[in-house]
């Protein structure tokens, strides 16, 4: 193998080795929907003075346009909304979410639909333009894989019929959220609606691209909170644990006795014969079983488990967790002292 044949192989299985390192990439946004490729045309729509709901059940799909009825791709969130409509004079329309079936898979003219969320409204305004745009909104509404979308409005044509196709179903009035489900006859072309659906890790409803700087934790959408509870003024007195936190927290403590032991390997295991020989050593047995202790920021007090406690040598470990799933655990240590004896009078 020449020199300069065998730098290249080498560099090549250089760039390949470090491509394997690269972490890979996050689920990215998703779109789904009608293409926005027509104009709307040709089709039935929610008249004036006669508000309805439009429920998308068919789009044409990329690449060849093949008919399409398994609704969002994923769960999520949707941050976007598009829509290719017409409007006569300035009109509002409220994007949706529904849940739609037919009830005979061989009857294209019924369907049966509920409301499963409510996005935006938005008003669209009027436009000189020859071919109606596309418009953009943002959004923030949850999504499970295989809801439909839909639009509410009055007197705003938003599909397009291609020789009659039953593509969406028209429900007069309007589908309301925590209704049951309701029944449509009225069928027409595909609802030039589309949306984008980003990921939601810690389901906390925002989308983890671009709403949520923090997608592990469900608490924030800002930076992630990575600072642990602060644990001050840990004692024991009078039978009781306290201690002051910096903020709201889970509190679990344990109460233990030290004990003598004998060093076997790693731990501290109990004396024995056969191990009285081997280095001496502490260990610490729990009393009572952990307990909980309350967690409002600032100072706080809880009773020991045990109401009282033979002479010796304590300590109590205190573990704290935010709503971040932040720890911090603490100990301190105590003494139980012998009760002293009374002399007796002469």
Do not use: W
Request: overall charge positive; hydrophobic content about 35%.
């Amino acid at each position: 193998m020449s020199k300069l044949k065998r730098q290249l192989t080498t560099a090549a299985l250089g760039a390949f080795a470090a491509l394997l390192l690269v972490p890979a990439a996050g689920q990215a946004a998703t779109e789904f929907g009608s293409r926005l490729n027509h104009d709307p045309a040709n089709s039935g729509e929610c008249q004036e003075l006669g508000p309805c709901t439009i429920v998308s059940f068919i789009h044409p799909s990329d690449p060849n346009g093949d008919p399409y009825s398994g609704g969002a791709p994923v769960d999520g969130v949707i941050v976007k909304f598009r829509i290719r409509a017409f409007v006569p004079e300035a009109s509002q329309v409220t994007f949706r979410l529904a849940d739609i079936t037919r009830p005979d898979p061989n009857n294209d003219e019924s369907a049966l639909a509920t409301a499963a969320g409510t996005g935006p409204t938005v008003t669209l305004q009027t436009t000189e333009d020859p071919e109606t745009p596309i418009r953009e909104f943002p959004g923030r509404l949850s999504v499970k894989k295989g809801q439909h979308l839909a639009i509410d409005g009055t007197n705003v044509q938003a599909t397009v019929n291609d020789s009659g196709d039953d593509f969406s179903y028209i429900f007069a009035p309007p589908l309301v959220d925590g209704a049951g489900a309701r029944g449509s006859t009225q069928s027409t072309g595909e609802l030039l609606v589309a949306a984008v659906i980003e990921p939601d890790a810690d389901k906390d409803g925002f989308g983890d691209e671009t709403q949520d700087q923090c997608p592990s934790q469900a608490t924030t959408q800002g930076a992630c909170d990575v600072t642990p509870p602060g644990v001050t003024g840990l004692g024991v007195k009078g039978g009781k644990v306290s201690y002051t936190l910096s903020e709201a927290a889970t509190v679990s403590l344990l109460l233990e006795k030290k004990l003598p032991g004998r060093k076997v390997g790693k731990k501290c295991a109990p004396q024995t014969a056969k191990n009285k020989t081997r280095k001496k050593c502490s260990r610490f047995k729990a009393v009572g079983g952990a307990f909980a202790g309350p967690g409002a920021a600032g100072a706080n007090q809880v009773a020991l488990p045990v109401k009282k406690l033979a002479p010796g040598s304590y300590r109590v470990t205190i573990t704290a967790r935010d709503v971040a799933g932040n720890v911090t655990v603490k100990s301190v240590s105590f003494k139980v002292a012998k009760k002293k004896s009374g002399k007796k009078g002469r």
